[in-house]
């Protein structure tokens, strides 16, 4: 299948930031600007829940426990996704992936990111 590359997680300390990226496939690069676009974590042990959004107009939702710590952007030069990381909590320990869609949904693999207590 047909999968977003992700880029950007790693191990952290407390207060620490990561910035994690999702670039698109060959196949809607040309469409890049349609496509709505978020990312998703899984806590160990937890559901998979939703993180941050942004539509292909660039209106922005995030989840509640990360408002004002993490930033969701795109670049339609770029074709990439990005979610940048500030103050990071153990709490944000998790995999997480990216999702594009339109008619069509996008997923990535998943990139871990641990961060110390």
């Known amino acids: 299948q047909v999968q977003l590359v992700e880029s950007g997680g790693g191990s952290v300390q407390a207060g620490g930031s990561l910035r994690l990226s999702c670039r698109a496939p060959?196949?809607?690069?040309?469409?890049?600007?349609?496509?709505?676009m978020g990312w998703y974590r899984q806590p160990p042990g937890k559901q998979r829940e939703m993180v941050a959004t942004?539509?292909?107009?660039?209106?922005?939702a995030y989840e509640d426990s990360v408002n004002g710590r993490f930033t969701i952007s795109r670049s339609g030069s770029r074709k990439i996704m990005y979610l940048q990381m500030n103050n990071l909590k153990y709490e944000d320990t998790g995999v997480y992936y990216c999702?594009?869609?339109?008619?069509?949904?996008?997923w990535g693999q998943g990139t871990q990111v641990t961060v110390a207590s």
């Open positions: 999702k594009f869609w339109n008619h069509q949904d996008y």
């Open positions: 060959r196949m809607i690069t040309s469409v890049f600007n349609m496509y709505h």
């Open positions: 942004i539509t292909n107009s660039g209106n922005i």
